[in-house]
């Protein structure tokens, strides 16, 4: 049975979090009063097909239906997890919750969006205010993992543990407050910043445009990847944190920043705040920004996924979880039919693998043939512990037929059969497909070497049992169309 959600409110937030939802394999089940409420989502939705399935590097599940309501009770029915992001008024909230509890599941979660309000200002008189915490998400919540979770003495261990649960299930973050505090922490630092820019505004000092760009080429790169704590820690050089405060913590006491005032916002303070920005970025649509927005941070999040760092960390992690729901097995023990070519790989072409035809470019088949026979390699033991202990396979030769062309946001499986395997060889052939489309087929020739003299040498005992197995499984398939075939032959 599907896993199913409720969005109350579905403004940009609200939107995020159903298009986070849906996209995770959850049904949605949306209430707004608002008459454009599923032309917004919808919109929202279509930003997050673009870019959320190429963020990680296998594929996500089925989507979700998602479904609009005009009654609360009826969009909350049978929901696991409510998540309201109504207006920061607390009366409004207050209302939406007194309606919940008539409504909702006791065991379900109610998580608010809320990004001001302290959970025991949104639990004071609810007799729901066990099922109640904040869930403070950041946009686009498709995209960026960040959830303050926050909670008090009024939850019980098991809604805490289920909202952990939820969060991570769906490839976020849950940074769990224990104690609350007003804007939670992020919004705290984002506040502090804001301020003392609204102040170099206020003062001539600075543009919107320089201060974007005194952001994002420099301080900004690095809180991306390594905090702020972090960060600092580096700066300190061999010395460390101690060093960094030592030198730095006495400029603390000098007058630089004006974080404890804001300047009056007059009329002359809006008007060069919103000119500066329309000269800034007025040429480009709020849709185009967002597209623009998500482009980039799907390839930051990317690279930090190549050094298993950061955000890119977190992704490969939950890149794992769908690894393991998609069915490709950790070892060839776990595969339940051996006499049929192993899945290998299962992903969406994400946006950065295109070229300038607007298709899959060349390198990224071999990329994806390369990714699987490295997914077959751990199958049969040859993982990293493996290889650190001195031995892995070596590619020899390599054929790859293009069949058919592929764009972004395909959702594509390889699958692998072993012609070949015994000794020091492994002869491997991939089949890319785009559900019955066959996009492409690898022929991938490898060596198994001793990394120690740079030769060939026989594999491990349980690397060659593993490959023989498989390789006996799938003596009896016919031969794949095209094997051995040399360029320019007929298909």
Same mark, same amino acid.
């Given at each position: 049975?599907?896993?199913?959600?409720?969005?109350?409110?579905?403004?940009?937030?609200?939107?995020?979090?159903?298009?986070?939802?849906?996209?995770?394999?959850?049904?949605?089940?949306?209430?707004? =009063?608002?008459?454009?409420?599923?032309?917004?989502?919808?919109?929202?939705?279509?930003?997050?097909?673009?870019?959320?399935?190429?963020?990680?590097?296998?594929?996500?599940?089925?989507?979700?239906?998602?479904?609009?309501?005009?009654?609360?009770?009826?969009?909350?029915?049978?929901?696991?997890?409510?998540?309201?992001?109504?207006?920061?008024?607390?009366?409004?909230?207050?209302?939406?919750?007194?309606?919940?509890?008539?409504?909702?599941?006791?065991?379900?979660?109610?998580?608010?969006?809320?990004?001001?309000?302290?959970?025991?200002?949104?639990?004071?008189?609810?007799?729901?205010?066990?099922?109640?915490?904040?869930?403070?998400?950041?946009? =686009?919540?498709?995209?960026?993992?960040?959830?303050?979770?926050?909670?008090?003495?009024?939850?019980?261990?098991?809604?805490?543990?289920?909202?952990?649960?939820?969060?991570?299930?769906?490839?976020?973050?849950?940074?769990?407050?224990?104690?609350?505090?007003?804007?939670?922490? @992020?919004?705290?630092?984002?506040?502090?910043?804001?301020?003392?820019?609204?102040?170099?505004?206020?003062?001539?000092?600075?543009?919107?445009?320089?201060?974007?760009?005194?952001?994002?080429?420099?301080?900004?790169?690095?809180?991306?990847?390594?905090?702020?704590?972090?960060?600092?820690?580096?700066?300190? +050089?061999?010395?460390?944190?101690?060093?960094?405060?030592?030198?730095?913590? =006495?400029?603390?006491?000098?007058?630089?920043?004006?974080?404890?005032?804001?300047?009056?916002?007059?009329?002359?303070?809006?008007?060069?705040?919103?000119?500066?920005?329309?000269?800034?970025?007025?040429?480009?649509?709020?849709?185009?920004?967002?597209?623009?927005?998500?482009?980039?941070?799907?390839?930051?999040?990317?690279?930090?996924?190549?050094?298993?760092?950061?955000? +890119?960390?977190?992704?490969?992690?939950?890149?794992?979880?769908?690894?393991?729901?998609?069915?490709?097995? +950790?070892?060839?023990?776990?595969?339940?039919?051996?006499?049929?070519?192993?899945?290998?790989?299962?992903?969406?072409?994400?946006?950065?693998?295109?070229?300038?035809?607007?298709?899959?470019?060349?390198?990224?088949?071999?990329?994806?043939?390369?990714?699987?026979?490295?997914?077959?390699?751990?199958?049969?033991?040859?993982? %990293?512990?493996?290889?650190?202990?001195?031995?892995?396979?070596?590619? %020899?030769?390599?054929?790859?037929?293009?069949?058919?062309?592929?764009?972004?946001?395909?959702?594509?499986?390889?699958?692998?059969?072993?012609?070949?395997?015994?000794?020091?060889?492994?002869?491997?052939?991939?089949?890319?497909?785009?559900?019955?489309?066959?996009?492409?087929?690898?022929?991938?020739?490898?060596?198994?070497?001793?990394?120690?003299?740079?030769? @060939?040498?026989? =594999?491990?005992?349980?690397?060659?049992?593993?490959?023989?197995?498989?390789?006996?499984?799938?003596?009896?398939?016919?031969?794949?169309?095209?094997?051995?075939?040399?360029?320019?032959?007929?298909?």
């Amino acid at each position: 049975m599907k896993k199913q959600a409720a969005i109350i409110g579905g403004g940009v937030i609200g939107g995020g979090w159903a298009a986070r939802f849906l996209l995770n394999g959850w049904d949605v089940r949306v209430f707004d =009063p608002d008459p454009e409420a599923e032309r917004k989502i919808g919109e929202v939705l279509a930003n997050a097909r673009r870019s959320l399935p190429g963020l990680g590097n296998m594929a996500l599940p089925e989507e979700g239906r998602l479904s609009f309501h005009a009654d609360l009770s009826e969009a909350c029915a049978g929901a696991s997890w409510v998540q309201e992001s109504v207006p920061e008024r607390l009366d409004i909230k207050h209302k939406v919750y007194a309606q919940l509890a008539d409504c909702v599941a006791a065991e379900a979660v109610i998580g608010s969006s809320t990004s001001g309000y302290k959970p025991s200002e949104l639990q004071a008189g609810m007799a729901n205010a066990h099922q109640i915490v904040v869930t403070h998400p950041f946009n =686009p919540v498709y995209l960026l993992p960040l959830i303050e979770l926050v909670s008090t003495e009024a939850n019980s261990a098991d809604v805490i543990a289920t909202a952990k649960e939820v969060i991570s299930g769906i490839g976020m973050y849950p940074l769990h407050l224990k104690k609350e505090i007003d804007a939670h922490i @992020a919004d705290r630092f984002l506040e502090a910043v804001w301020r003392e820019a609204l102040w170099l505004i206020n003062d001539g000092i600075a543009t919107t445009e320089e201060i974007d760009n005194a952001i994002r080429y420099g301080f900004g790169i690095r809180w991306a990847q390594m905090g702020l704590f972090e960060t600092y820690r580096v700066a300190g +050089g061999e010395a460390g944190m101690r060093h960094f405060i030592a030198q730095f913590g =006495p400029c603390l006491s000098w007058p630089w920043t004006k974080l404890m005032d804001v300047p009056e916002l007059t009329d002359e303070l809006v008007d060069a705040i919103a000119d500066q920005s329309d000269a800034q970025s007025g040429m480009h649509s709020i849709r185009e920004l967002e597209r623009i927005r998500d482009d980039n941070l799907v390839g930051m999040m990317r690279a930090l996924g190549a050094n298993d760092w950061g955000a +890119g960390a977190l992704q490969n992690a939950h890149d794992k979880t769908l690894r393991a729901g998609a069915g490709i097995v +950790g070892h060839v023990d776990d595969i339940a039919d051996l006499s049929q070519p192993v899945l290998t790989l299962h992903r969406v072409v994400p946006l950065d693998w295109l070229d300038y035809n607007g298709h899959m470019t060349e390198s990224r088949y071999l990329q994806a043939f390369a990714d699987s026979t490295d997914r077959f390699m751990e199958m049969i033991g040859c993982d %990293a512990d493996y290889i650190a202990s001195g031995g892995s396979y070596f590619t %020899a030769e390599t054929h790859i037929r293009h069949l058919d062309e592929v764009h972004a946001g395909a959702k594509i499986t390889v699958r692998t059969q072993v012609i070949l395997g015994e000794g020091k060889k492994m002869h491997l052939w991939h089949e890319m497909c785009e559900g019955a489309r066959v996009l492409a087929t690898g022929e991938h020739m490898l060596l198994h070497v001793d990394l120690a003299t740079r030769r @060939a040498a026989p =594999p491990a005992a349980q690397v060659e049992a593993a490959l023989v197995k498989i390789a006996t499984a799938h003596a009896s398939l016919p031969a794949p169309e095209g094997l051995g075939r040399a360029v320019g032959a007929p298909r």
